[in-house]
């Protein structure tokens, strides 16, 4: 698959035009090429629709608008200096809570989403009439509801009850002009929308097939249990909850982590390796939106070098300070050692930075716990030769772990003797997780912790978006969905000891020794099941899966949203309302379009 471009094969008519000399003739039309929905009936065809769903997903993971979506004002994520807004933007509305609902960001799930599940209706409903063996078709078929299970699993996180009638009946395909909403009564809409999910997603599960295959991102049965896992527990929360919910998302959860073997998965050794490039497909990845690092026209970026909205992968950008500000040592020099902006560490575009929260207390830990160095950049290499520094060689600064080592190493005063030849910024320097963030000290240059996990050096231009694929089900998310759910049901010995599998992971560096290893994680490690608690297990969520796109849906499905933005992220906690932000807004287009004159009982409470 990640050698196919995934062409967007939604039906349509061609029509050749011709006019006829002299200016009294009348335009004629006469249609040479016509595709009808009868392509999706046709072997081709249907294999054809099920690649273009696969290929929707790229505008929903890793783009700028829904990398905005899924972290920005939340306790992890606050607005670097260069957050933008405006139509195609509107990132500043995301990190500090004014948004409205004209935003582009808030547009692209909306309307990328409900064409690809009116897609989905059709092949779901045609499938009977294609001409594929039946093992094969049972397959396209799961592919096909888990794709629309995860579209609209995705809307529901945000926007609360959506449509599955687009005009022609539940989960039924439309092909005419629609210019309704059903979205009413909203209390059963979304009973039905949960129950639609979970029943695409338990389809998928017994249907696909064991594993995905080795060197691309196909769906297999350990996709599909995890994100059943999820669903069930999204539900769990919600006022569609069943009293079984926590049980089956354990169940679902556990029936992978019982049989990696039979799965194809597992956790790799250490935690950096998970995003390392060029180790994408490792078994710890269940399943990613496809993307071919290198290859632009593969990943539908046609043209890299525009603005953000395509299917690239923004989120490479999108958490880089500004490295190439950085000065020789004390600030002292004109020397800016990667004033050259280099493909390995993108364009420092400032969309967003750590929250203090984030760095200073989920974080807290960075020698035990190897998950703060194997998600964040901590050191430099020059780009630019000069100034005593060699392009490609030289360190040309590290972003300390604490303020002692940045001391320790820059010298203890300005007249003092330097133990090193390059620059160390201290913790205190950053921008937003220092002294900066009150404005008692002054940030170097805008310049904060960076992400390295979608770091991609085949991109060819420092300024181009990532094309490596986005990752949405890992493994170790698994043991943290079924601890969660292993919590909730009263087994908090059960909860504890899967979460410390990912801490026993997460004490490992590669060459480092067993006894090493154990040393640290007796540091880590949980040592009462009394100390497994919702909030401990979203601390958890943060240090495994940071900046991966969970972060908002996490905390606002678990009602945590408002409380942990309250406390942790100064940006955001002015403006954010109870009974509001939990949900994101209809977009205006969309009640523009209604008939209906009464629009605002679609919309969703506050906005």
């Given at each position: 698959?990640?050698s ?6 939604i ?16 335009l ?27 290929s ?101 996180q ?20 629609f ?7 909203l209390?059963?809409?979304?009973v ?7 029943d695409d ?37 919600s ?64 043209n ?52 203090p929260?984030?760095y ?41 772990l ?26 205190r ?22 992400m390295s ?10 300024n ?21 759910a ?5 087994n ?5 000891d ?15 020794s067993?006894?090493e ?14 100390q ?23 905390l ?6 408002i ?14 309302r ?30």
């Open positions: 698959m990640k196919k471009i995934y062409k967007l094969l039906a349509s008519l061609v029509l050749g035009m011709i006019v006829a000399p002299g200016c009294t003739k009348k004629e039309e006469n249609p040479y090429t016509v595709f009808s929905v009868d392509y999706f009936k046709t072997a081709g065809g249907f294999r054809s629709g099920v690649y273009s769903l696969y929707g997903m790229r505008y929903l993971f890793g783009p700028e608008g829904a990398v905005a979506m899924g972290v920005a004002g939340t306790d992890e994520w606050a607005m670097g200096d260069q957050a933008r807004a405006g139509a195609a933007g509107d990132l500043t509305t995301f990190c500090n809570y004014t948004l409205d609902n004209t935003g582009g960001s808030i547009l692209t799930p909306w309307n990328r989403s409900f064409n690809n599940i009116n897609l989905a209706n059709a092949l779901v409903e045609f499938a009977s009439e294609v001409p594929i063996p039946d093992a094969e078709k049972a397959v396209l078929l799961g592919e096909t509801r888990f794709l629309r299970g995860l579209y609209y699993l995705n809307l529901v945000y926007f609360g009850a959506v449509p599955l009638d687009l005009g022609s009946g539940e989960l039924k395909f439309n092909q005419t002009a210019q309704g909403f059903n979205r009413l009564p209390n059963e809409i979304f039905k929308d949960y129950q639609a999910i979970i997603l338990i389809f998928a599960t017994q249907n696909l097939p064991d594993k995905r295959p080795s060197g691309e991102f196909k769906l297999s049965k350990a996709a599909a249990f995890h994100l059943l896992a999820k669903a069930y527990l999204h539900r769990a929360y006022a569609a909850k069943q009293t079984s919910d926590f049980q089956n998302a354990y169940n679902a959860a556990m029936t992978v982590v019982n049989d990696t073997a039979k799965y194809g998965c597992g956790l790799i050794p250490a935690y950096a390796d998970v995003h390392k490039p060029g180790n994408d497909y490792n078994k710890e990845v269940l399943f990613s939106i496809e993307r071919v690092p290198g290859n632009y026209a593969a990943s539908e970026v046609p890299p070098d525009g603005i953000s909205g395509t299917k690239g992968m923004d989120a490479s950008n999108d958490f880089n300070g500004n490295y190439t500000a950085i000065r020789a040592p004390l600030n002292t020099s004109s020397t800016t050692p990667v004033g050259t902006r280099t493909v390995q560490y993108g364009r420092p575009i400032r969309r967003f930075c750590p929250t929260w984030l200073n207390t989920a974080f807290a830990d960075k020698f035990n716990d190897s998950r703060y160095e194997g998600s964040f950049r901590t050191v430099y290499i020059s780009s630019q030769t000069g100034g005593g520094f060699t392009s490609g060689t030289d360190t040309a600064f590290m972003m300390a604490t303020n002692q080592i940045a001391d320790s190493l820059n010298g203890i005063s300005p007249a003092g003797p330097r133990l090193k030849p390059y620059r160390v910024v201290a913790p320097e950053f921008y937003f997780v220092g002294g900066s963030i009150d404005g008692s000290q002054t940030a170097t240059s805008n310049m904060y912790p960076c996990k979608y770091e991609d050096p085949a991109r060819g231009v420092a181009y978006p990532g094309a490596r694929p986005f990752p949405v089900c890992k493994f170790s998310e698994t043991y943290l969905l079924a601890a969660e292993a919590m909730q049901l009263g908090l010995t059960g909860a504890m899967l979460i410390n599998v990912l801490k026993k992971r997460a004490a490992f560096r590669t060459g480092m067993i006894a290893r154990d040393i640290r994680y007796d540091k880590i490690k949980l040592t009462a099941p009394a497994v608690t919702l909030d401990l297990i979203l601390d958890e969520r943060t240090r495994e899966l940071c900046g991966e796109s969970t972060r908002w849906p996490d606002a499905v678990r009602g945590k949203l409380e942990r933005v309250q406390l942790y992220n100064t940006d955001a906690a002015t403006n954010i109870a009974n509001k932000h939990e949900l994101r807004p209809i977009p205006k287009s969309q009640l523009d379009a209604l008939t209906d004159a009464d629009k605002a009982k679609y919309q969703n409470p506050g906005y």
